[in-house]
T-cell receptor, first 110, second 111 residues
């Protein structure tokens, strides 16, 4: 089993739609969770951290479910500029390392 | 000022050559990393390093070696390059177990 698993998509949604991504992780001792965004031919950039109580940043909402070992990202009112690959990132709880999911590709269509 | 800078941005070389990629950070972070992103876009950890500990992903060939002259630099040296080494290599930095900041990547093409 992979340490972090994501549905690779692609997700093609119209502008204004709501879209949700899920990510599962295997290490129950993991403590740090993040969503990153990667545009084509660019470096990954932090979108948001994921906190135990869930957190929201504008149109983006992240949630953590420790019991089921998954995190989610909800994007409301999708914009064309949201088109990117979204990467789920989880710490390994050993040795300062992080595991990345394979990424979920999102295309927002006019 | 770029927080995490890596050079070169593009590197084209022949099989069998030895090359280095440099990474520098001015964020004062205690941990630096090298990641490899292959053609399938999967980001895989190669090394993590702070002043105390180097952790090597066991699947990384020993042709790859990180070298850290000081806390702000972690360079990646690759010996005897192979076709399969072609990928994008990202340097990243962070505080222990906190979010990562990435460099802009080095696209390595081995011919």
């Amino acid at each position: 089993r992979k340490e972090v698993e994501q549905d690779p998509g692609p997700f093609n949604v119209p502008e204004g739609a709501t879209v949700a991504f899920n990510c599962t992780y295997s290490n129950s001792a993991s403590q740090s969770f993040f969503w990153y965004r990667q545009d084509c031919r660019k470096e990954p950039k932090l979108l948001m951290s994921v906190y135990s109580s869930g957190n929201e940043d504008g149109r983006f909402t992240a949630q953590l479910n420790r019991a089921s070992q998954y995190i989610s990202l909800l994007i409301r009112d999708s914009k064309l500029s949201d088109s990117a690959t979204y990467l789920c990132v989880v710490d390994t709880n050993t040795g300062n390392q992080f595991y990345f999911g394979t990424g979920t590709s999102l295309t927002v269509i006019p | 000022d770029t927080a995490v800078s890596q050079t070169p941005k593009y590197l084209v070389t022949q099989m069998g050559n030895d090359k280095s990629i440099k990474c520098e950070q001015n964020l004062g972070h205690d941990t630096m990393y090298w990641y490899k992103q292959d053609s399938k876009k999967f980001l895989k950890i190669m090394f993590s390093y702070n002043n105390k500990e180097l952790i090597i992903n066991e699947t990384v060939p020993n042709r790859f070696s990180p070298k850290s002259p000081d806390k702000a630099h972690l360079n990646l040296h690759i010996n005897s390059l192979e076709l399969g080494d072609s990928a994008v290599y990202f340097c990243a930095t962070g505080y222990t177990n906190e979010k990562l900041f990435f460099g802009s990547g080095t696209q390595l093409s081995v011919l």
